[in-house]
C-alpha cells in the first residue's frame, strides 16, 4: 500500500485563482508534514513544513493538516504562471526511533495566463 | 553559501564500469539521503545515514553502496551499474533535530541539483 497519495493531475487554473493541493498518508502516527515544489529538470525545495493540526501561513502559501483524517492540503492563493511545477507531499514516519520521510510521487501544476 | 554540491551532474557509462558519485554538504547537518527519480514513481529512497558511519538501506538499495566516513561527504557508489539504474539522481540533507518523544525530525530537506545518469 503507497504510503502517500497525490493526484498526478495535471491541475490547471487561470492565472490568479486559488490552487488546492491534497494529499493523504496511511501511517496514522506521522508527525510532520512537508510541501516541496519541484521545477522541470530542477531539485525540489522546501516551500512549507507543518506539525500541528490546522492551518499554516506563508505568504501566498497555507498548509492545512487533520491528522484524523490523514490530509494535509496546500492551498496557493493569486496563482502565477511562475507556480508551474509538482508539488511533492512529503510525510515523516517513524522508523526505530527516527524520522525519515516518505514522498508522495507529486501532482503536476499549470497556471495559464 | 548553505549547499549540497553533487557531481558529476550528468554521467553516461556503461554496463559494469564502477562509478561513484559524490555529495558534500556544508551546513555541518547530520542526516544524509540519496534517492532517484524516475518518471511516475517520484523519489524513492536508495539509502540514508543519520550520522557518521551510521547508515541504512531506504526503499531500493540494490546495487548501491554508500559510506560516511565524515560528516559532510555521502558518496553514492555504483559497483556494477546496469541500465535500470538509469536515472536522476539527488542527494539531501538535514538537521536531525530533536521532535516529539524525543525522535528526530529529519524532513526539512535540502536537495543537492542532482545527477543524470546514463547506463548503456
Known amino acids: 500500500q503507497k504510503e502517500v497519495e497525490q493526484n498526478s493531475g495535471p491541475l490547471s487554473v487561470p492565472e490568479g485563482a486559488i490552487a488546492s493541493l491534497n494529499c493523504t498518508y496511511s501511517?496514522?502516527?506521522?508527525?510532520?508534514f512537508f510541501w516541496y515544489r519541484q521545477y522541470s529538470g530542477k531539485s525540489p525545495e522546501l516551500i512549507m513544513s507543518?506539525?500541528?493540526?490546522g492551518d499554516k501561513e506563508d505568504g501566498r502559501f497555507t498548509a492545512q493538516l487533520n491528522k484524523a483524517s490523514q490530509y494535509v492540503s496546500l492551498l496557493i492563493r493569486d496563482s502565477q504562471p511562475s507556480d508551474s511545477a509538482t508539488y511533492l507531499c512529503?510525510?515523516?514516519?517513524?522508523?526505530?526511533?527516527?524520522?525519515?520521510?516518505?514522498f508522495g510521487r507529486g501532482t503536476s501544476l499549470i497556471v495559464h495566463p | 553559501e548553505a549547499q549540497v554540491t553533487q557531481n558529476p551532474r550528468y554521467l553516461i557509462t556503461v554496463t559494469g564500469k564502477k562509478l561513484t558519485v559524490t555529495c558534500s554538504q556544508n551546513?555541518?547537518?547530520?542526516?544524509m539521503s540519496w534517492y532517484r527519480q524516475d518518471p511516475g514513481l517520484g523519489l524513492r529512497q536508495i539509502y540514508y545515514?543519520?550520522?557518521?558511519?551510521?547508515?541504512d538501506k531506504g526503499d531500493v538499495p540494490e546495487g548501491y553502496k554508500v559510506s560516511r566516513k565524515e560528516k559532510r561527504n555521502f558518496p553514492l557508489i555504483l559497483e556494477s551499474p546496469s541500465p535500470n539504474q538509469t536515472s536522476l539522481y539527488f542527494c539531501?540533507?538535514?538537521?536531525?533535530?530533536?521532535?516529539?518523544?524525543?525522535?528526530?525530525?529529519?524532513?526539512?530537506?535540502?536537495f543537492g541539483e542532482g545527477s543524470r545518469l546514463t547506463v548503456l
Open positions: 539531501a540533507s538535514s538537521l536531525a533535530q530533536s521532535g516529539l518523544a524525543g525522535a528526530l525530525n529529519t524532513g526539512e530537506l535540502f
Open positions: 501511517d496514522r502516527g506521522s508527525q510532520s
Open positions: 507543518i506539525y500541528s493540526n
Open positions: 512529503a510525510v515523516n514516519r517513524g522508523t526505530g526511533g527516527s524520522y525519515i520521510p516518505t
Open positions: 551546513m555541518n547537518h547530520e542526516y
Open positions: 545515514s543519520m550520522n557518521v558511519e551510521v547508515t
